[in-house]
């Protein structure tokens, strides 16, 4: 990312340690020193034809910085949400800065195969409060992916990249101009085949249909799309021809809403993080490992929002079963191994006390 540890880039940061793959570098703000990761975002050399009689427009840096300033102070603030913070221009890259909080990114954890549905219930529902806020807003944030994801050591799902993917649709449309193919071989250099970008439409549905490609791809371990180049991708994207969601469990009815390819029959972000939040509600202890899951109960008709078992807090206890309550006919009740040893020491003082008593009377 070339950037080493006691550099100031941006005129503001300065790099702390070696760049963490997924995670960015690891900075300190110089103006609050506050701990920020930092991701670059390469400036071509190109001049866009539509500017290169101007030599007074601005340069591909000023026209991102403004755009990610724009978008920053817009964001919300959510406790999903990774702030952004700010971008600037230096030589041949945009530094883009976000907040920086200990997590791995989840990215990495996929390299482990597929999540429990019931954890990827957990991340999703977290995921869908931040694209919340963000729409509430009035923003789209077209930058979910594994990538841009952290887990925290609670297991809370943070969402990043809002204003990095700010930048890089900026970037694209300024070196595409007012030619689509143009913006569309640029998105195709800089982003490649990764489905969660190439949504159909635009806003906020786009944001929720990413969602369900990345529940898939972590459910599954796979993309729910040919991924091996770009048009079959778009074909198949466009066409509403995805993998079959076997792998998903109990999760497969909501992300096939959430792919279906008309926006308007897809669930927005306030329906998804509900109806995640009813699957957990009667999700087993623990969670089971691997891409299936028990089938779950019908959902109780209940007032109020469920409550969702925090993370880490133990699961309640059940009251006894019949089988519980009583011992099984024929069979002595079965002695806790704790009262093992007091039990035997008093039966040998009795003894004792029996072989005394026993020698008075003889000796009498």
């Keep these: 990312m070339r950037a080493a540890p006691g550099q100031v880039v941006a005129g503001r940061y300065r790099v702390t340690d070696r760049p ?3 995670v960015g570098v690891p900075a300190v703000d110089g103006s609050s020193g506050a701990r920020v990761r930092l991701f ?3 400036l071509p050399d190109l001049v866009a034809p539509d500017r290169a009689m101007d030599p007074a427009a601005p340069s591909y840096g000023q026209l991102l ?4 300033a724009q978008v920053a102070a817009a964001a919300p603030a959510h406790p999903r949400l990774l702030r952004g913070l700010a971008a600037g221009p230096e030589g041949e890259l945009l530094w883009v800065a976000e907040e920086s909080v200990s997590g791995v990114p989840l990215e990495r954890l996929m390299d482990d195969g597929p999540l429990s549905p019931y954890r990827v219930a957990e991340i999703g529902a977290d995921l869908a409060g931040a694209l919340r806020a963000v729409h509430d807003t009035g923003l789209t944030h077209g930058n979910v992916t594994a990538r841009t994801v952290l887990v925290c050591e609670d297991g ?3 969402l990043g990249g809002l204003l990095l993917g700010a930048a890089e649709e900026e970037l694209c449309a300024a070196l595409g101009g007012e030619v689509p193919r143009r913006v569309y071989e640029t998105r195709a250099l800089m982003l490649g085949p990764l489905a969660e970008r190439w949504a159909i439409d635009a806003g906020a549905p786009a944001d929720t249909w990413a969602l369900g490609v990345l529940l898939y791809r972590l459910l599954t371990g ?4 040919p991924e091996h180049d770009l048009p079959t991708l778009l074909a198949a994207v466009r066409d509403g021809r995805h993998h079959r969601a076997d792998g998903c469990g109990p999760l497969r009815p909501l992300v096939e809403r959430l792919l ?3 926006a308007e029959a897809r669930p927005d ?5 509900q109806e995640l939040r009813e699957l957990l509600v009667f999700a087993p202890e623990p969670y089971p490992d691997g891409p299936t899951a028990p089938p779950l109960p019908a959902p109780r008709t209940e007032t109020g929002p469920p409550a969702v078992r925090p993370r880490g807090a133990r699961p309640r206890k059940r009251p006894p079963t019949s089988r519980q309550k009583a011992a099984p006919a024929g069979r002595p009740p079965r002695i806790p ?3 093992l040893g007091p039990l035997v020491l008093a039966a040998v003082l009795v003894l004792m006390a029996a072989a005394v008593a026993g020698i008075v009377l003889v000796a009498g």
Excluded at 222 to 225: A, L, R, T, V
Excluded at 269 to 273: I, K, R
């Design 20 to 22: 963490d793959d997924g």
């Design 40 to 42: 670059g975002l390469e």
């Design 65 to 68: 910085t403004a755009r990610v």
């Design 156 to 158: 809370a799902a943070m």
């Design 222 to 225: 796979h993309g729910p799309y």
């Design 260 to 262: 279906r390819p008309d």
């Design 269 to 273: 972000a306030v329906a998804v993080q």
């Design 337 to 339: 191994a704790r009262m």
